[in-house]
């Protein structure tokens, strides 16, 4: 039996081990392709210190739509805000093109397609392995997601094949001076039992995201409780065609406050008459901006709001996912961890075809004395 599973085990590795290996480099990448993106062009994603100490504070919002919209003839979609204020803010444009934006001046300092930069190139790399067909579909997608779930299966066969041998915590030890072939082996198996539960819910929190359904009834069922689905988002009755600049700005203002101790992360613009303002806003207790304020831009009058962070624990540990899924959550300790992590699998794929090698170099060896 053990032999057999073994067997699977290695099956599975060799099936599986080409989109492994490029996830785990993926992965390992996309943790610090923000920080590598901003040092190689500096000039495209930090603001200048000066504009800073000299202005303060951001545009008012309407200045900053005003002015984007003139300059580009193109209707805004959202605008991403920084916390840092020494990093510039998104636009995004009804066109799907994106634009870096100084909050100061309003001055645009790069125009580009999400995906054309580094950070959206790994991205593309670690999701769907860069192809996109005609009509905008990812179908290695697909693939990306059964590797991880292959992933999932292969450490838990690696757990199960610990547990079988006697003597277990003894097998934890690693001797750093043996000879190759007994260092892989020791690793191979003392990292892989130690960082398991890690690695498995890195995994489902990746697959999570191509398989949301099946996701989210096993997070329910571990917590005991439901997901809450989103707030139907509410519509402004009576437009008045174009806003005005004060009113606009009186909405921002106002859907902000409805949330005062959180953060705001987006804004949505309306996109047609009876559309209202939306605020994506982060509160303390969030990992990632989840909760939301919606206001009249023609009035200011706040409409509604969601504060995610009161929700159940089924929907917190859904809406943690993201944020846990690339490290982002405690500091710089988790995220140099993730790294080790994200390269294990790598780690796992070499070592266990070396080891299969050796394995198999010493019974022909054997065979051909006997």
Known sequence: MKVFIRRIHLILALLSAGLLISLSLSGALLLYAKEIQAWLSPQYWQVNSADHLLHQQPLPL?????????????????????????????????????????????????????????????????????????????????WVSIACLIFIIEVVIGVYLWLKPKHRLKRLRVRWHAKKSILFHQLHGSLGLLLAFPLILIAFSGISFYWP???????????????????????VTTSQGKWLNSSLDQAYYNAAQALPTGEVYRIYLPQEPTSALALRIQMPDESHAYSWSWANPYTGDVLQTFNASTTTLATQVWNFRYKFHIGEFIGWPIKMLWLLLSLLPCFFIISGIYLWRCRHTKSKRIANKC
């Open 62 to 142: 309407s200045s900053l739509v005003n002015h984007i919209e003139q300059e580009t003839n193109t209707k805004i979609q959202f605008i991403q805000r920084n916390p840092d204020p020494n990093k510039v803010w998104q636009v995004r444009l009804s066109n799907k093109q994106y634009l870096n934006i100084n909050p100061y001046t309003g001055d645009i300092l790069l125009r580009h397609s999400f995906y054309d930069t580094f950070y959206g190139f790994i991205m593309a790399w670690h999701r769907w392995l860069l192809y996109s067909n005609d009509h905008g579909e990812r179908p290695l997608q697909l």
């Open 213 to 235: 359904e099946i996701s989210q009834k096993i997070v329910e069922q571990v917590t005991f409780s439901q997901i809450q689905q989103p707030i139907k988002i509410p519509t």
